[in-house]
């Protein structure tokens, strides 16, 4: 099956996905809030989402491997103790 070669799924291997992007928010708590009565899904705790969640930035719902011109990486914290 040669054509399924030249199909892509949202599982692009960049680390420029949604997922890795300052603007993707998937914690449950933000999907409740964003969905009001939240029923097809079962809650924002559900496996059914998976790891999708919101782009604060288009307001849009995402899977966490989307992407989009949008892109802007998040900031790694350097929280890290020093123990000498």
């Known amino acids: 099956m040669q054509l399924l070669k030249y199909i ?3 599982r692009d291997q ?3 996905h949604c997922g890795n992007c300052k603007f993707f928010n998937n914690q449950p ?3 409740e809030e964003e969905f009001a009565g939240l029923t097809t899904l ?3 705790y559900g496996s059914v989402r998976h ?3 919101i782009c604060n930035k288009i307001k849009r ?4 491997y989307d992407s989009c011109s949008g892109y ?3 900031q790694i914290s350097n929280a890290t103790t ?3």
């Open 8 to 10: 892509q799924t949202s």
């Open 14 to 16: 960049s680390l420029e």
């Open 29 to 31: 708590q933000k999907m």
């Open 42 to 44: 079962s809650s924002g």
């Open 51 to 53: 790891q999708d969640g």
């Open 61 to 64: 719902y995402l899977s966490f």
């Open 72 to 74: 802007a990486p998040k």
């Open 82 to 84: 020093n123990h000498e």
